[in-house]
């Protein structure tokens, strides 16, 4: 089946610097790519829509400029979290649109901010 | 935002034994799916079923659609250690994005 990886699988930095985690579809081009956030025992939440080749579209009370989404080509997209604080600390997972219109999840990359 | 509720929001039973999962939603879908998701894992899609699909099988999964109460639920018979995981309900908003409910976590005990 096809399959989406994550890079990190996990990452741990110091309140302030920017993180970024990495989202590809590994046998298949997406044009859509979502990246949701999930924090512990709560479900996923929606941030963002990213577009390959245009300007992602942000969930109601994401921080477009603290969460910077560039869906580079059609396997790649990528999510930095700046300036990032403890509160952002959490499990950020990535899926992609196959053609199918099936979507594929990533593992998920786990964000600790000291 | 949540389309909706799960319910139990937490579910321990014996190995051997079935567990149902309740998912209620919001609006009108196309399709809910339902998904399965291992402790600090990614999420592992598991069934869809249609609008105008009242009950769909595979393997020891049987999941129900009633869209007249706006509600869904997974069955899964003859569980295993192995079933152990948070199970989420998940229905379209617009065109591809997918909304979750808050999940069940279902633990089976050997």
């Known amino acids: 089946g096809a399959v989406v990886s994550q890079h990190p699988s996990w990452v741990i930095c110091k309140s302030g610097t920017s993180v970024k985690i990495e989202c590809r579809s590994l046998?298949?081009?997406?044009?859509?790519m979502f990246w949701y956030r999930q924090f512990p025992k709560q479900s996923l939440m929606l941030m963002a829509t990213?577009?390959?080749?245009?300007?992602?579209?942000?969930e109601q009370g994401v921080e477009k400029d603290k969460f910077l989404i560039n869906h580079a080509s059609l396997t790649l997209s990528t999510l930095t979290v700046t300036s990032a604080h403890p509160e952002d600390s959490s499990f950020y997972i990535c899926s992609a649109i196959s053609r199918l219109d099936t979507q594929y999840f990533g593992p998920g990359t786990r964000l600790t901010v000291l | 935002s949540q389309q909706g509720e799960e319910d139990p929001q937490a579910l321990s039973i014996q190995e051997g034994e079935n567990a149902t999962m309740n998912c209620s939603y919001k609006t009108s879908i196309n399709n809910l799916q339902w998904y399965r998701q291992n402790s600090g894992r990614g999420l592992v899609h598991l069934i869809l079923i249609r609008s105008n699909e009242r009950e769909k099988h595979s393997g020891r999964l049987r999941v129900t659609l009633d869209t007249s109460k706006k509600s869904s639920s997974l069955l899964i018979t003859a569980s295993r250690a192995a079933d152990t995981a948070s199970y989420f309900c998940a229905t379209p908003q617009g065109a591809q994005k997918l909304v979750f409910g808050q999940g069940t976590r279902l633990t089976i005990n050997p």
């Open positions: 990213s577009n390959e080749g245009s300007k992602a579209t942000y």
């Open positions: 046998d298949f081009q997406a044009t859509t």
